[in-house]
């Protein structure tokens, strides 16, 4: 994606936040040119920050014609920021925002192409997981160029982005407040809470790299870890007494819903 002939710059990011940065900071970490780049960020105290996270990108505060673009508001912003760049006729539109249905995203960006990707904060170190729709195969594939340093990309149906939202969009929160409570029950059970914070911390990024890089899964996984009449079976009984199966369960439905209501403008 270089600057083209006419000078546009290859990739505009609109908005500067927490994933707008993650998607420009992977760009430069996976040797994207940063004079390709440009961030659109409407807050000035965020554009000074952002001139000091990522050094060689240009940040304006508002847009210009590119090759294409991200859009990476919050969804009560998306309709000025989508629409701003269908009147430069910007060609394609990938969209990252929660919530914020194709048609909607098309009819803003008009003549434009607009896709739609559901991406996780984990992709701040590569580490995401992001799906992917809209387009046609050669649009796809554009997106996914601008979106491989996240992480891994799924291509789904759209239907399907509510519930990538309630699980993976949403998800390292859900893993956050586990990591909390890990800590605070270490304290509890005597642990300084440096040391808890680092068991706690290290045991779930630890399990998760092994569910990723060893063969078993997390049930075949589990049950090694769990010794007929051990510590770890007593401990699962009482998450199980605590039906904590059923909050995750609920969590990710309720976050599915939530996505819907924004979907329908709630
Ligand atoms: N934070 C997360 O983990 C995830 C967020 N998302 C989606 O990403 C989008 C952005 O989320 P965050 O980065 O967390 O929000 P954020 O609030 O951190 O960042 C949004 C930024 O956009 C700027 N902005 C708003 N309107 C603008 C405009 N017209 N032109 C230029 N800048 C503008 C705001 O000043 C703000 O800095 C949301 O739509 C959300 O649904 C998707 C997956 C995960
Ligand atoms: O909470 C939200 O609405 C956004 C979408 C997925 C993660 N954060």
Redo the contacts with the bound molecule.
């Keep these: 994606m270089p600057v083209s002939e006419e000078g546009r710059p290859g990739l505009l990011v ?7 940065t993650a998607l420009a900071g992977g760009l430069l970490r996976t040797g994207f040119d940063p004079h390709d780049l440009v961030v ?4 000035t105290e ?1 554009r000074h920050e952002l001139s000091g996270l990522l050094p060689g990108v240009r940040i304006e505060a508002v847009p210009e014609e590119a090759e294409g673009a991200v859009v ?4 009560a ?1 998306a309709e ?2 989508c629409r701003a760049l269908g009147a430069l006729g910007v060609p394609r539109v990938l969209s ?3 919530g914020v249905p194709l048609a909607r995203l098309a009819a803003w960006v008009g003549p434009g192409t607009a896709l739609r990707a ?4 984990c992709g701040l170190i590569g580490e995401g997981v992001t799906a992917l729709c809209g387009g046609s195969a050669e649009d796809r594939a554009w997106a996914r160029q601008v979106l491989e340093p996240l992480g891994e990309l799924v291509e789904l149906p759209e239907d399907r982005f509510d519930a990538v939202t309630g699980l993976s ?1 949403s998800g ?1 929160a859900y893993v956050c407040l586990v990591v909390e409570a890990l800590e605070e029950a270490g304290v509890l059970v005597g642990l300084p809470r440096e040391v808890s914070r680092r068991l706690a911390t290290r045991t779930v990024a630890g399990t998760g790299r092994l569910l990723l890089e060893g063969t078993a899964d997390a049930a075949a996984l589990r049950a090694q870890v769990t010794s007929p009449g051990g510590t770890t079976a007593a401990g699962l009984a009482a998450l199980e007494r605590r039906a904590a199966r059923a909050a995750f369960l609920e969590a990710v439905a309720a976050a599915t819903a939530r996505a819907a209501d924004l979907a329908r403008g709630h």
Excluded at 118 to 121: D, K, L
């Design positions: 609109v908005g500067g936040g927490a994933m707008g659109v960020e409407q807050r965020r990476a508001v919050k969804p912003d000025p920021a990252v925002m929660a559901m991406p996780n904060v969009g390292p």
